[in-house]
């Protein structure tokens, strides 16, 4: 069974930084790409990253870049996303997702059921 647990969120302040967790299981982690996707209130998902499967490229929104760096760790079956100079429109229920393959174009095909970023003063 896949299981997808996502942690690390919270409240933290402008300019402030997090670094979201997921914990994968029942799959093969290592061959599989990875994102994170967000989902504001009262607004629908947006895509924030895609880890490629190995340790190969990450891929980031637009609207993000240069603010987020996402990674995984293989042999944790973790895959990570620190973001930083955190702004008030970045706060959303954030989301890991399996691909359905080893590159970020690959469907999502399984999802967590988020955590909680809130970024205010």
């Known amino acids: 069974e896949v299981q997808l647990v996502e942690s690390g969120g919270g409240l933290v302040q402008p300019g402030g930084s997090l670094r979201l967790s997921c914990a994968a299981s029942?799959?093969?982690?290592?061959?599989?790409?990875m994102s994170w996707v967000r989902q504001a209130p009262g607004k629908g998902l947006e895509w924030v990253s895609a880890?490629?499967?190995?340790?190969?490229?990450?891929n980031y929104a637009d609207s993000m870049k240069g603010r987020v760096t996402g990674s995984r760790d293989n042999a944790k079956n973790t895959l990570y996303l620190q973001m930083n100079s955190l702004k008030p429109e970045d706060t959303a229920v954030y989301y890991c997702?399996?691909?359905?393959?080893?590159?970020?174009?690959?469907?999502?095909?399984?999802w967590g059921k988020g955590t909680l970023v809130t970024v205010s003063s």
């Open positions: 997702a399996k691909n359905s393959g080893p590159a970020y174009y690959y469907a999502m095909d399984y």
């Open positions: 880890s490629n499967s190995g340790y190969s490229s990450t």
């Open positions: 029942g799959f093969t982690f290592s061959s599989t790409a």
